[in-house]
């Protein structure tokens, strides 16, 4: 009988599923469906698509005839409502009913929204597909003041794209440094130099209060907790992601602030796996539940959930997820890099070689578990490969902090 494996969301974790799903089943039924209206795009670049530097074709990954070449069926503009698991269907917005054998949860999370007056105004912005980067490109052109919200990894893309556009750019953060759970103010002031040089102001001990609108109900400005006002014709909001969990109610399938599966991306439920930014995962590097949101991370998963669904004896066919991921930005004259969780550290090292260069290293039970890296990216693979082996070395920081350090220089056997 032929096995139907059915996919929610063309992210890169669904696409990347499908994709492996075809190579190991030619044969198999294989569905994509998504509610965005095209197919696989690449979510990295849509931010430099919003800042005018390019154009959109090169951000699609694959049109519709890559889907149709692999007789893979793509639902686009179609929403999934519901999943029966003991049924194994899946219900769609327009009333649809698709059956399967095996089903992959790849649908990823929607940025949150501030909790606070006129959130909803419109010129406030989130930003997670190419329709957001679209309006957010538009708005931004005709803009001239903004204000951007969201102290982490998104929030700069908000600034960075504020800054291209040529707005007058305050970038509202609740601490006293960007990105303050990962980098100490020594790093991030680096990153606070660069934005100023863009023409994008940080201001600290801040965030917001509420929003003030015209008439019309367009944003005008925002209101920080100290009474400043800020004004804002644009706004960019990136204060995190609520995972699409709401499918799984009521399913057996267990959520936990994200959807739980092992190293396998299987959940706890039969017949039903999960990959991407939605899934709180088994690591075998920390030995412990994790979650990542990151291309790379996002990919490996869908991957591996793929070869878990078509497997006969899954532990012995298939090799586990691990990962270390790793997020660049390239807004600034100097490259940026995080890799691994640099939040989870519970001791870090850290050193300046120069105004713009910089270095933490992220420590767990005296192993590597992440770090930032500011400059010189030179070492991040040494780090990497560190921490994917488990290395305890953290008590030989003076040596992982030289400058051009060697792995030979630790005092550490590690496999070739
Ligand atoms: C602007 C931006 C910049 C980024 N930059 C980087 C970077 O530099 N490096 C990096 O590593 N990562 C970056 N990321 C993060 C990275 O893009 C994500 O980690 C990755 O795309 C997650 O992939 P995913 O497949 O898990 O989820 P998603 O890409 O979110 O895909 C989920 C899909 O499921 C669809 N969906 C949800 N619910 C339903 C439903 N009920 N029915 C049908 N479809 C549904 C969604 O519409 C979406 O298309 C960036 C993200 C953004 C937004």
């Known amino acids: ?129 190419f329709e957001d980067a679209r309006r957010i490109k538009e708005h931004a052109e005709e803009a001239s003041t903004s204000v951007i919200v969201g102290a982490g990894l998104l929030g700069i893309d908000l600034a960075a794209i504020s800054a291209a556009q040529g707005l007058d750019a305050h970038y509202l953060m609740r601490g006293d440094a960007w990105w303050r759970y990962a980098m100490s103010k020594e790093g991030a002031d680096i990153i606070h130099d660069a934005l100023r040089e863009k023409g994008v102001e940080p201001v600290f001990d801040s965030g917001v209060d509420r929003f003030e609108t015209d008439d019309d109900g367009n944003v005008t400005a925002a209101v920080d907790p100290n009474g400043e006002r800020y004004d804002a014709e644009f706004v960019g909001v990136a204060i995190g992601l609520n995972f699409n969990l709401e499918l799984l109610q009521d399913t057996g399938v267990e959520t936990d602030n994200g959807i739980v599966v092992d190293e396998y991306m299987r959940t706890s439920v039969d017949d039903v796996y999960a990959a991407g930014d939605l899934t709180q995962f088994h690591d075998t590097i920390l030995s412990e539940r994790a979650q990542n949101g990151s291309w790379g991370s996002a990919k490996q998963q869908g991957s591996v959930a793929a070869k878990a669904m078509t497997a006969d004896d899954v532990e012995s066919e298939v090799d586990a997820f691990r990962w270390v991921s790793s997020y660049s930005i390239t807004h600034f004259d100097f490259p940026f890099l995080s890799f691994g969780f640099p939040t989870i550290g519970e001791d870090h090292a850290e050193r300046k070689y120069s105004e713009t260069e910089w270095r933490r290293i992220a420590f767990k039970d005296g192993k590597i578990v992440g770090g930032v890296l500011i400059g010189n990216l030179a070492p991040q693979s040494k780090y990497k490969q560190l921490m994917q082996q488990e290395a305890e070395v953290a008590d030989q920081r003076d040596v992982l902090l030289r400058e051009n350090f060697d792995l030979e220089d630790l005092d550490v056997e590690l496999e070739a």
Do not use: C
């Open 1 to 129: 009988m032929t096995e139907s494996y059915v996919i929610i969301g063309d992210g890169i974790a669904g696409s990347s599923a499908a994709e492996t799903i075809r190579e190991r089943e030619p044969d198999a039924d294989v569905t994509v469906v998504t509610d965005e209206g095209e197919p696989l795009y690449n979510r990295i670049l849509i931010k430099e698509f919003a800042k005018g530097k390019l154009p959109e074709a090169p951000i699609s990954i694959h049109d519709e005839d890559w889907y149709d070449d692999r007789d893979i069926d793509l639902a686009l503009n179609t929403l999934v409502t519901g999943i029966d698991t003991d049924a194994h269907e899946v219900y769609t917005h327009d009333d649809e009913t698709l059956a399967y054998d095996e089903l992959l949860v790849a649908t990823g999370g929607t940025p949150t929204q501030l909790p606070v007056e006129n959130s909803d105004a419109d010129g406030i912005h989130h930003f997670w597909t």
